[in-house]
């Protein structure tokens, strides 16, 4: 087989993770230098994708291999006790261990070769102008991690939000923008970058904020912001169900909302409200519910991760399109609601909402343009 381009670089991406994902440790290296000679694919990305069992990743993603391995073959999982550990034998952990690596490693395997294969191929399809600013925002990351900086690059080149928000059509300069959920910080760099860029220019420009909040839950994620943006950008580490939302004049809420409960969904829309400015919006991206195979395949990426990171536990609460839209609008707001999966496989949706009367409401069809 040979694959070339995008997909060999997927395929290679892909095939590295499942093999990372085996329990045979100490032969990675020698795994993957054979695949990558018999399939002729590139051995030194299916390596740095083997890593994904490095020594920080590797006991979560053991033990959500071994706790999914167990709900496959007896629909339960270990009790997670010294004694419960002492009474099961060795040969139970290593059958878990083995089956549950052969799922993980697949799903994984086939999640990282599609968000590669996205990549590469928005990196090819991206104007000169956004690949430079995607460009400058990743290389924030590259002291701390490369691979933060490799997901930065590829995520900020692959998700059409990013370069739907940089359009500059959905939002308005202002004092706060408040990024919910910021993770390690992509659209908080992003936006610091164009900010930097109008005031070249000297020229108002919807970027033009004086302050940017990121509010993130994960303290490792959120310290990897914080040193990322340096100053440019507030990064709290906080639980946004339990803390105080700061008045804001753009609310963003990229892919946070399923993590909570529904009715924590609902407890949380209306604080939002609240702490919009007015003539703000809150700028909401979910996925539909009602996607099809395009659904399942974010639920299924989404509930790997959870396995890989040690969450195997974590509840979801996803809506349909429909579901998103009724919940702002319960909240008081008007929604303009549009597809954001172009040259992805992912059912995303984007919610533009402002207080009723402030804004047109309806649908806009089409997709994103390019920056």
Known sequence: MRTEGAGREAASVGTGMFVGCLPVYGFHLAIVLLLGRVLRLNRLLMYAAANISNPLAAPAL??????????????????????????????????????????????????????????????????????????RVADRYLPKSVTAWEFARGKLLSDPVYQYVANGSVLTAGHTLLDVGCGQGLMLGLLVELRRTAARTSE???????????????????????????????????????????????????????????????????????????????LVREVDAGGGWRFRLVHLGNRLKAVATGHWGQRFAFRTAAGWAALLEHAGLDVRAMPMNERTPFANMLFVARRRGEGERGSIPGHPRPV
């Open 62 to 135: 053991i033990l959500g291999e071994i706790q999914l391995g167990a709900w496959l073959r007896r629909a339960e999982v270990h009790a997670l006790t010294l004694h419960a550990v002492r009474d099961t034998s060795p040969w139970t952990f290593g059958g878990d261990l083995v089956l549950g690596s052969l799922v993980v490693g697949a799903g994984l395997g086939l999640l990282g070769a599609l968000l590669t294969h996205a990549a590469t191929a928005g990196a090819r399809t991206a104007d000169a102008g956004f690949q430079q600013l995607a460009g």
């Open 204 to 282: 108002r420009t919807p970027f033009m904020f004086d302050r940017f909040i990121g509010i993130e839950l994960r303290p490792r994620i959120a310290a990897l912001a914080r040193a990322a943006l340096d100053g440019d950008a507030e990064v709290l580490e906080a639980d946004i169900r339990k803390s105080e939302i700061p008045r804001a004049h753009a609310v963003l809420a990229f892919d946070v909302l399923h993590m909570l409960s529904e009715a924590d969904q609902e407890r949380l829309v209306p604080r939002l409200v609240e702490a919009l400015e007015p003539g703000g919006a809150i």
